[in-house]
């Protein structure tokens, strides 16, 4: 779980939406993909981009889910054709499940299926 960094959660109707960051470097999910490619519905979208060490410690101007829209060192509107690469780092809203295939690489079972 290194280069990752929770910002903040938001409740979103019976689940939950997470707010962090990620170092794209060895996440195929990210990696040598475009801003657009990574998105995976139901799962996560990019938000912002920047390098792999702008900061990610809150500090007293964060907000309750912890995004700054002038956090230092991120594109907070990177072009949907941009290439992730593995010097950069991403701010990414994420499903529970969808940090779980970031951060494991491994897809779970669907809901309702047995194993």
């Given amino acids: 779980m290194m280069g990752r960094h929770v910002l903040g ?8 939406l997470l707010f ?3 170092d794209v470097a060895g996440h ?22 920047g390098a792999a060490g702008a900061p990610t410690e809150p500090s007293p101007k964060d907000t309750l889910t912890g995004l700054r829209l002038d956090r ?19 701010v990414l809203a994420t499903t529970r499940r969808g ?14 299926r047995g194993g």
């Fill in 9 to 16: 959660v938001m409740p979103v109707e019976r689940g939950s």
């Fill in 20 to 22: 962090t960051t990620v």
């Fill in 28 to 49: 195929p999910e990210l990696e040598r993909r475009s801003v657009h490619e990574a998105f995976r519905k139901n799962e996560w979208r990019v938000l912002a981009v």
């Fill in 72 to 90: 230092p060192g991120f594109d907070w509107r990177p072009p949907q054709g941009r290439v992730l690469r593995a010097g950069d780092r991403v």
């Fill in 99 to 112: 940090l779980d295939i970031l951060t494991t690489g491994v897809q779970p079972h669907p809901a309702g």
